[in-house]
């Protein structure tokens, strides 16, 4: 296959728009940022095209926060023109270029392969086969703490030669190798436990929760990319 180009010229306000309604818009759960960012809504859009067109995007520091329902988790949320400018590049550069390199089974968050088209398919599959039928079940611990950001990046650059794409996955990438994320991680842990050594419960309560807290992830430090070349 072919390294794709010209994918980041592609992009058009027309886009941009529509990304917005068909996904932020929709998916984003926090209706206060939708208030604001279209209290200015065509302002907004043109200033992410800008942004786009001036090839001069800076990922915005992340919003960490940690909840606790059903089990204890990080969140790290951007402001919505991040959002939008990272589901633009999801759309017009890594899909036309890894979708077409999944199998057709492979169902996960793709467009027209959801859960229906997943559930039919195992269907289909489990009609056709005879005897015992074994399902392998796996989950990655800790998967998106512990990607390797250059190895991740190298895949990247075998697929694409557009110099510009490549340069806003960069930043995109290597966004969470940056040291105010752990620290917040680390003090939002840190309080936490402060709480529950409070808290009037059993000891075996007491212990899980700790453990709970303490088994929260942070980013290995190296992950990120620290600096690339153009082919």
Same mark, same amino acid.
């Given at each position: 296959m072919k390294r794709k180009r010209n994918l980041y010229s592609s992009i058009t306000y027309e886009d941009i728009r529509r990304v917005y309604q068909k996904q932020i818009r929709v998916n984003t759960k926090n209706k206060i940022k939708i208030r604001k960012f279209e209290d200015f809504y065509s302002i907004d859009l043109a200033r992410v095209k800008r942004i786009i067109d001036d090839k001069n995007y800076i990922p915005s520091k992340y919003n960490i926060?940690?909840?606790?329902?059903?089990?204890?988790?990080? $969140? *790290?949320?951007?402001n919505i023109s991040d959002e939008l400018i990272n589901y633009v590049i999801a759309e017009k550069v890594l899909l036309?270029?890894?979708?077409?390199?999944? $199998?057709d089974t492979n169902v996960a968050t793709r $467009?027209? !392969?959801?859960?229906?088209?997943? $559930?039919? !398919?195992?269907?289909?599959?489990? !009609?056709? *086969?005879?005897?015992?039928?074994y399902a392998f079940k796996v989950d990655i611990s800790k998967y998106f703490y512990n990607i390797n950001h250059d190895i991740l990046f190298e895949l990247l650059k075998r697929k694409i030669k557009d110099k510009d794409a490549l340069d806003i996955l960069f930043k995109i990438i290597s966004s969470t190798d940056k040291d105010y994320i752990n620290r917040e991680i680390n003090f939002l842990k840190s309080k936490?436990?402060?709480k529950i050594e409070k808290m009037n419960i059993s000891d075996k309560m007491r212990d899980k929760k700790i453990n709970d807290v303490l088994n929260i992830p942070i980013y290995k430090k190296g992950q990120g990319v620290t600096d690339w070349k153009y082919d």
């Open positions: 926060f940690l909840i606790k329902e059903p089990k204890y988790r990080i $969140i *790290m949320s951007q036309p270029v890894l979708d077409k390199c999944l $199998i $467009i027209s !392969r959801g859960t229906h088209f997943g $559930i039919k !398919r195992l269907k289909k599959y489990l !009609r056709e *086969m005879k005897g015992d039928v936490e436990l402060e």
